[in-house]
């Protein structure tokens, strides 16, 4: 009876209530639901005025990370968690999942499946831009009309904080999902599968490289040491574009120090052949600056930043000796000093103490395998 009042509605623009008169209305009547169930109704010969008055609109799934973290967001608040937290990045990196499972590969030759979901997000990739990102979902009709609904990976993330762990963190959830996969309903087939646990690995592997960099941030962040490391840089870089001399320890004149300068800009990966171009522009762009009437601050150049803290890391490494995280004998001076790293975690990155405690496991682990491989190849 109610769809022939839907009909009634579509057809005449007249609905007839109950106890009361017909009604005319003017509406466009909107309704929702998936692929299969909609295919269901177009082969139903039963329901020719129905088919004939209905306008598909394919609606997929998010394929922006941040949007689809919105969704996690709202369902696991802090606030409404009981004995046990949500450690950063969790949300972020099972919404990175899913979203990658949505999206069809680039067919372009340099741009990774990760790379592509950061383009969509918004996010900045070195040689694309929003006219590439155009082209490529004018290319993708279908894209995210299929892949893993918000449903399963929600199921997956209330599965790890279940677990009795304190802190649920994104390892914890994306093993969750990887486990789910074998009895997932929905998907049968092997190839898909194998697929999506592939993809297990490289939001894995993406993850560590997130968390590796935070770790170097906090060991490297202590700002009068970057500021002379910055300082003596460009110092040398200067007198090695005007082709001067600098003052030694000594205050005696010497050659710009090509060690020093190339370990830095070795960090960030400026070849050989381009550190001429990248020394020049830095000392161009700071000119500019200056001539502006403003003060060069190194902070808001993304790419010297990071190279001065990974070189500061670099030697800072081995006096902090994270890698004692996963002996079982901590040296007290190591211990004091691997605490100002969990709080600077805390501090900059809002991680709670049992979250960076994990992390800098994590990580020390990380380190100690990359030495020992590091060991072996040396050997060979």
């Known amino acids: 009876a109610f769809l022939y009042d839907l009909l009634g509605a579509t057809q005449e623009h007249s609905v007839k209530p109950k106890k009361f008169a017909q009604t005319h209305v003017d509406e466009v009547i909107l309704g929702h639901t998936n692929e299969p169930e909609y295919k269901k109704l177009q082969s139903n010969e039963l329901m020719e005025a129905f088919r004939d008055r209905t306008i598909k609109i394919d609606v997929p799934y998010n394929l922006a990370v941040s949007d ?10 802090q606030e409404t968690l009981s004995g046990c937290s949500i450690a950063p990045h969790t949300l972020e990196m099972a919404a990175l999942w899913a979203v990658l499972t949505r999206l069809e590969d680039p067919t372009h030759p340099s741009l990774s499946l990760l790379q592509k979901a950061r383009l969509y997000d918004g996010q900045p990739v070195q040689g694309f831009g929003p006219e590439h990102v155009r082209e490529m979902r004018a290319a993708a009709e279908r894209e995210g009309l299929s892949g893993i609904s918000p449903r399963y990976v929600q199921d997956r993330i ?28 929905l998907v049968s087939n092997e190839d898909t599968r194998r697929r999506y646990l592939q993809l297990v690995d490289q939001v894995s592997e993406e993850y560590e490289e997130v968390v590796k960099r935070e770790v170097q941030e906090a060991i490297a962040s202590d700002r009068d040491s ?7 840089y460009l110092d040398n870089v200067r007198a090695y574009t005007t082709r001067e001399k600098v003052l030694d320890d000594g205050g005696a004149p010497a050659d710009p120090d090509e060690r020093l300068m190339r370990s830095i800009e070795e960090k960030v990966d400026i070849s050989e052949g381009r550190k001429d171009d990248f020394r020049h522009e830095l000392m161009n762009f700071i000119s500019s600056v200056e001539a ?7 902070t808001r150049n993304k790419r010297l930043a990071r190279a001065l803290e990974l070189k500061v890391f670099e030697d800072r490494r081995d006096s902090i000796q994270l890698t004692s995280l996963v002996s079982t004998v901590v040296d007290p001076d190591a211990q004091a000093k691997i605490a100002v790293i969990r709080e600077r975690l805390m501090r900059r990155f809002g991680y709670d103490e049992l979250a960076a405690d994990q992390v800098l496991h994590h990580v020390a682990g990380l380190f100690a395998r990359g030495e020992a491989k590091q060991e072996e190849l040396e050997a060979a």
């Open 68 to 77: 689809e973290v919105r969704i996690y967001r709202r369902q696991f608040r």
């Open 292 to 298: 502006e009437g403003r003060t060069f601050e190194w």
């Open 226 to 232: 970057l500021e002379r490391l910055c300082a003596k």
């Open 158 to 185: 209330a599965t790890a904080l279940v677990s009795g762990r304190p802190v649920a963190g994104p390892l914890d959830v994306l093993d969750a999902i990887a486990a789910g996969l074998a009895h997932h309903s």
